[in-house]
């Protein structure tokens, strides 16, 4: 059914790719061209050399769909959902466009999810995305060739019945090489091309009431969407002291050992969108930075994202009854592959982090920053920034699977 299905993607794309002709499919030019082909306003971030791009669609609730190092003819680091897009915004439950990386809100399950109505049980047939996250576009606040901000206020009801006016600001920034070398504590070589983006993604308490632990509490929920490849590694650093469970590796039933491994302060995470799978850490075991490594392309991608200090409430995505609300993921990783049915989704991989909830007065607020890095360079030049960044060996994480 899996090559069924990449045969049926492959027919589908024809259309797209004769709106594309000037572009290979896997460049930056051709998805910038697609979404003009399809009429679909994007705003472009871009270094002075034009080498640096970031895309950014406003209809998407400023959801940066792709990236890249090498300007029109350079890799375009996201996953799109080509399919998808064509069709338009026509299922009611969820219409993934792709993008690598998208504004969400926590919890998706639980008592205080804001995908299922009150008294619903927390199935499938269920579960529905929040207009405003999904088919709803983000207001243009302002935008220049480095940063795009957008708004958005909208009135939810959580699964416990409480209402929530909640306000949104998602600022889309451009960092150059200077200061991608500030965030990480390494110079970039200058052999090594890159691009890098931060967002600041800010929740403010409309309404009239506090956001508390007993009515529930929103949370920021930043998905990102990659194309998957047999040569890649997610790895995420783990604090070796956290007294509990390192990971949860049994989102989708527990990950096997050739594709998941816990050593030394480290996890690897096989992604190649041939298996289902997803984990998560914990508040106490995440740090604030992750990798992934693609070792045929030699591109690394590294993730970094704000942590409070102190004792913080995460919230649980959990479908279904929970017994503890506020025990979720920091950080998590998915990597795709045939459902029950033998249905890919993608394939794709993702990394997705979180805010703790928003315990919020009236008018206050709360900010999860996420900085998002690839680079593309020599075997060792990047060998020399994930030693620095990460203390790890980048031939290790190569040979891990």
């Known amino acids: 059914m899996r090559k069924t299905a990449i045969i049926m993607l492959a027919a589908l794309l024809v259309g797209s790719a004769a709106c594309n002709k000037g572009f290979d499919m896997g460049t930056y030019g051709y998805d910038r061209d697609f979404f003009a082909s399809k009429g679909i306003r994007a705003l472009e971030l871009r270094s002075p050399d034009g080498q640096a791009k970031v895309l950014v669609v406003p209809a998407f609730q400023g959801r940066v769909m792709t990236s890249t190092t090498g300007g029109e003819k350079g890799p375009s680091f996201g996953w799109i959902n080509y399919k998808a897009i064509e069709e338009g915004m026509v299922n009611p439950q969820f219409n993934p466009f792709g993008g690598e990386e998208r504004f969400w809100i926590g919890p998706e399950g639980g008592p205080f999810s804001w995908y299922f109505k009150p008294g619903e049980e927390q199935v499938y047939a269920n579960w529905n995305v929040p207009a405003f996250i999904d088919s709803e576009p983000f207001e243009v606040e302002s935008s220049s060739e480095t940063e795009a901000i957008f708004t ?20 889309v920034r451009l960092l150059d090489a200077a200061a991608i070398g500030d965030l990480l504590g390494v110079a970039v070589p200058e052999g090594v091309r890159s691009v890098a983006y931060c967002t600041a993604n800010t929740l403010v308490n409309k309404g009239t009431s506090a956001w508390t632990k007993e009515t529930g509490m929103p949370s920021v929920w930043l998905l990102g969407m990659y194309p998957p490849t047999p040569t890649t590694t997610v790895f995420i650093p783990y604090n070796k002291d956290f007294e509990g469970r390192v990971v949860n590796d049994e989102y989708f039933g527990k990950v096997p050992s050739d594709r998941l491994s816990v050593k030394d302060g480290m996890i690897y995470f096989k992604i190649d969108g041939e298996y289902r799978a997803k984990i998560g850490l914990p508040a106490g075991s995440a740090k604030d930075i992750c990798g992934s490594y693609d070792s045929k392309a030699g591109v690394l991608n590294i993730l970094k994202y704000t942590v409070p200090e102190g004792d913080n409430d995460y919230v649980n995505g959990q479908w279904g009854p929970q017994e503890d609300p506020f025990s979720g993921d920091v950080i998590n990783s998915y990597n795709d592959g045939p459902t029950e049915t033998g249905v890919v989704m993608g394939p794709f991989y993702e990394i997705e982090t979180s805010s703790p909830g928003a315990a919020l007065a009236p008018g206050a607020s709360l900010t999860h920053t996420q900085y998002t890095i690839h680079l593309e360079g020599s075997r060792e030049d990047l060998a020399g920034i994930v030693k620095t960044v990460f203390g790890a060996d980048l031939d290790e994480i190569i040979s891990k699977f």
């Open 152 to 171: 958005k206020e909208q009135t939810l009801r959580n699964a416990s019945g409480n209402e929530f006016s909640i306000g949104v600001r998602r600022a």
